[in-house]
């Protein structure tokens, strides 16, 4: 697994629609779950978890070189990605 935070909900969802773009999938199918409904960090960043073989993909490693060496998006630890995923939301 590979995890990661974003800089906003706009790199997330445009980077969610590319991807079900070039992978033909239609709402109410999608390669990620949409932001609204995704994991965030205490600051309000979502995190995400992927499957390596997800990261691989062309159109995926693609976008995810973008969105790494831009900044718009940081790869994280498994633990950093836990310790958001298992706080109680109450």
């Given at each position: 697994?590979?995890?990661?935070?974003?800089?906003?909900?706009?790199?997330?969802?445009?980077?969610?629609?590319?991807?079900?773009?070039?992978w033909?999938h239609?709402?109410?199918?999608?390669?990620?779950?949409?932001?609204?409904?995704?994991?965030?960090?205490?600051?309000?960043?979502?995190?995400?978890?992927?499957?390596d073989?997800?990261?691989?993909?062309?159109?995926?490693?693609?976008?995810?070189?973008?969105?790494?060496?831009?900044?718009?998006?940081?790869?994280?630890?498994e633990?950093?990605?836990?310790?958001?995923?298992?706080?109680?939301?109450?």
């Open positions: 697994m590979r995890y990661f935070r974003t800089a906003s909900d706009d790199v997330y969802e445009q980077s969610r629609a590319t991807l079900d773009t070039a033909g239609v709402w109410p199918i999608t390669c990620i779950e949409p932001a609204a409904s995704a994991p965030r960090d205490a600051g309000g960043m979502i995190v995400l978890a992927v499957n073989e997800f990261c691989e993909y062309p159109a995926a490693a693609q976008m995810l070189a973008y969105v790494l060496a831009g900044g718009a998006a940081v790869e994280i630890t633990t950093e990605y836990r310790v958001v995923v298992q706080q109680d939301p109450d």
